[in-house]
């Protein structure tokens, strides 16, 4: 057996196009089910959900009320939605994958099957350090810094919910950095060298893409440029490591070819 045989995709026979398609229908259906089956499963929980997210409000002693009859209905969809996409991911990634992978080379696999894992641990991550830490200094900061002291202090369920789920985005998107960074040096499309030539422009665009994807006060904005910055230098690292292996690997080949 050649290696070219032993190393090629688990199914070497041409596919019809309809096939193809057939297969993408199913997957796309599975996906959809996955969806479904997590958004009512939370619509169901949205109560215990909602009453977790308002936590760092309440914990400070901020009331979260609710000021028209369907508010909270509206509340419960957007938020059953947003978990969702956020809890079924892997799920909808899973049919992805299976869709893709059998068309894919071993060595394809093995290279890519880490980044698939990677990408909803780092949005989860993302999520938790949006939540513990700066979500709650957020509300501290904006409601005592610059709301007067003899103001009562209740925020809306509709526009609190708008606000943790913008940071919940935020916070998930920059947490991707690293893994579509390393994703790219691997696939070959960029280099750690390309990386840190653009290290300047790259501070520039983290405190743009913070202005846009965060909510409009500077704690936030500011707490989302620093990671972003930290994983632009965490990825420059991965990649050189990533670099130093793959030549490792290519000059071994090479001497095993050539003895």
């Not at 978990?83 to 093995?110: C, D, M, N, T």
């Not at 780092?122 to 810094?145: D, E, K, Q, S, W």
Request: glycine share 4%; proline share 6%.
């Amino acid at each position: 057996m050649t290696q070219a045989a032993h190393d090629g995709p688990e199914d070497d026979k041409p596919m019809p196009l309809l096939d193809h398609l057939i297969e993408l229908r199913k997957r796309l259906i599975y996906a959809l089910v996955s969806f479904l089956a997590v958004f009512f499963i939370t619509f169901y929980f949205a109560k215990p959900i909602f009453s977790f997210l308002i936590q760092p409000a309440i914990q400070d002693g901020y009331k979260v009320i609710v000021l028209d009859i369907f508010e909270f209905f509206f509340v419960t969809v957007k938020l059953s939605a947003f978990v969702s996409l956020i809890v079924g991911f892997p799920l909808i990634a899973f049919q992805i994958w299976a869709f893709v992978a059998p068309g894919l080379y071993r060595h394809e696999k093995r290279a890519f099957l880490p980044f698939l894992i990677a990408t909803p641990f780092m949005f989860y991550a993302g999520c938790a350090v949006m939540y513990y830490i700066v979500m709650p200094y957020v509300i501290n900061f904006m409601l005592t810094r610059y709301a007067p002291p003899d103001i009562e202090k209740t925020l809306r369920s509709s526009d609190y919910l708008e606000r943790v789920l913008q940071l919940v985005f935020a916070f998930g998107f920059a947490f991707e950095m690293p893994v579509l960074l390393t994703l790219l040096i691997r696939v070959g499309i960029l280099t750690a060298d390309s990386l840190r030539s653009k290290r300047r422009y790259a501070v520039v665009i983290c405190f743009v893409v913070s202005a846009v994807l965060a909510p409009p006060d500077v704690i936030s904005q500011f707490a989302l440029a620093v990671p972003l910055l930290a994983f632009y230098e965490i990825s420059i690292l991965i990649g050189t490591w990533m670099e130093k292996k793959r030549a490792e690997e290519e000059k071994k080949a090479e001497e095993e070819a050539g003895s």
